[in-house]
């Protein structure tokens, strides 16, 4: 069975159309964007390049540093 008979055969499709489909998956996403910062400081990205790539507010990359206590040795 490919994908699309799957979904279908489990009504995968109107499982995805609702409200806690949909805000799950974008809290996952933020997730995943949240867990990348330490690794692109890591790699010497500022904080602005940071904000940009993730499509993050540069106030929200300045609170994960802080909360992670991330040195970015001044950038």
């Known amino acids: 069975m490919n994908r699309e008979e799957i979904e ?3 009504g995968l499709s109107e499982l995805k159309q609702t409200r806690f489909y949909q805000e799950a998956k ?3 996403e933020r ?3 949240l867990d990348a ?3 692109l400081i890591a ?3 500022t904080r602005e390049q940071i904000a ?5 507010s540069l ?3 300045s609170q994960i ?3 992670q206590n991330i040195n970015m040795k001044d950038k």
């Open 8 to 10: 279908a055969m489990f």
């Open 26 to 28: 974008e809290e996952g």
């Open 31 to 33: 997730k995943a964007k």
């Open 37 to 39: 910062v330490p690794g």
């Open 43 to 45: 790699l010497g990205l």
């Open 52 to 56: 940009q790539v993730l499509n993050l």
């Open 59 to 61: 106030a929200e990359i």
């Open 65 to 67: 540093i802080q909360q």
